[in-house]
């Protein structure tokens, strides 16, 4: 990407934690490198006016966020997966020690999931996120609170890991 400089620089320095970000958003690797993808496909055309404002990571979270909206607002309930194969993991991802977690949240309402990953890892105000997914403040609230009480009663009901969690 000759013709937009600092493009090349910013997709090294920030694709893992983009990915992170991905997958704490989708709870599956595969959507999570999708979502990058398709981000850094429109940050890149956005990249000339996106850098002039100097925030070209938070215009690229909240694609990945709108993005990930937009599917599941397309997606029939029925989710097709299948089982990656045993033994891929990548450093990027959680580890065995966390893996509880990320399968709670992973059954949570995308849009619950959403809301508590904005609240909790990207660390934005109810203001924020309900201008981030396009609701109000109070559903902002409302969401957060389900997920995290589902979160509890299933973290709560499931068996310890290696005496952690």
Known sequence: MDDEPGFDDFVAEQTDALLRYGYVLTGN??????????????????????????????????????????????????????????GVHHEIFPSDEEQGLWEALAVLPRRQRAVLVLRYYEQLSDAEIAKVLGISAGTVRSQAFRGLDKLRSALSSAPATHGSM
């Open 29 to 86: 690797p595969h959507d999570a490198a999708d979502l990058v993808q398709e981000a850094l496909v429109r940050l890149c055309g956005a990249w000339p006016r996106v850098k002039r404002k100097d925030s070209p990571h938070s215009y690229a979270r909240i694609t990945m966020a709108r993005l990930h909206i937009s599917i599941w607002r397309r997606r029939r309930r029925e989710q097709l997966t299948g089982e990656p194969p045993e």
